[in-house]
């Protein structure tokens, strides 16, 4: 008995403690790990296209696109500003007009988008399907490039925003935002999405298929010869040369670590 008053003593003086934590950790903006932030709604702009039903009244429906001000014209209720409203909050502003200038008493509005044209990025270079991607479902990285075709063969390992506000460049390697590794990046509309053709080595001599290979993080001779198919029945694995920048071939091992431009012979081994 006396333990179970203890007990009880002890967390009722643990409980206002567990529950100021709780509360800070909420005021702080606290996430548990893995949650991920929801994808901000679209919002509308120019030149978007959209159609506003209002159920039971289809003198009221209109298909319009949004004019340059921002702008949309309902009958009998006017200009009604669309630009920067998602179609939840623009049907509903349309919903207030309507009631407010007491045309119906209880309109069900619904707003809906026929083309997206004023949010998009611009995806260019190695991707599937390079071209605008609309920020209609998501503006994150992974989901644009996912949707523009991924980086194709050929490509950069690391991809190039170039800021639509400042012009600002930020470098994100694709394998690590694949994987998770680094945080996926959050896009604006007007931000261009860039993947470069990938930085080339060259292997030469008695290997199977001679020839330019894309450069990848880290790569080494070894890395560089399984992926041209290994050394040719006449090389050797242990003569090995480099030319880099213009300099005299010399002699590295397979661990060698390689950079762009550099020239690898393998030489044919002594009978």
Do not use: C, H
């Amino acid at each position: 008995m006396t333990g179970r008053i203890a007990s009880e003593g002890l967390w009722g003086w643990l409980r206002p403690m567990a529950l100021f934590g709780a509360l800070l950790l909420v005021a702080l903006g606290y996430q548990p790990a893995g949650a991920q932030t929801p994808a901000a709604a679209y919002l509308l702009g120019p030149s978007d296209s959209i159609t506003v039903l209002v159920y039971g009244q289809s003198e009221f429906n209109v298909q319009t696109r949004v004019k340059p001000d921002g702008s949309i014209v309902m009958p009998l209720i006017g200009k009604v500003q669309a630009e920067g409203k998602s179609v939840i909050t623009l049907a509903d502003e349309i919903t207030r007009k309507l009631t407010a200038g007491n045309f119906l008493r209880d309109p069900i509005v619904n707003v809906e988008v026929n083309e997206y044209n004023s949010r998009y990025v611009r995806v260019a270079g190695k991707v599937g399907a390079p071209g605008l991607v609309p920020l209609d479902r998501s503006s994150r990285l992974l989901d644009v490039l996912l949707r523009a075709g991924w980086v194709q063969a050929g490509g950069s390992e690391f991809i190039t925003i170039r800021r639509a506000n400042d012009g600002k460049e930020v470098s994100v390697n694709s394998k690590e935002l694949a994987r998770g590794a680094v945080a996926d990046v959050q896009l604006s509309p007007g931000d261009t999405v860039f993947i470069d053709d990938a930085e080339l080595i060259y292997l030469t001599g008695a290997v199977a298929r001679p020839g330019a290979y894309p450069l990848k993080i880290g790569m080494t001779v070894t890395e560089l010869l399984a992926t041209a198919g290994g050394v040719g029945p006449t090389g050797s694995a242990n003569k090995v040369g480099l030319k880099r920048d213009g300099a005299k071939e010399r002699d590295v091992d397979t661990q060698f670590e390689l950079k762009a431009g550099d020239i690898i012979n393998v030489r044919e081994r002594l009978f």
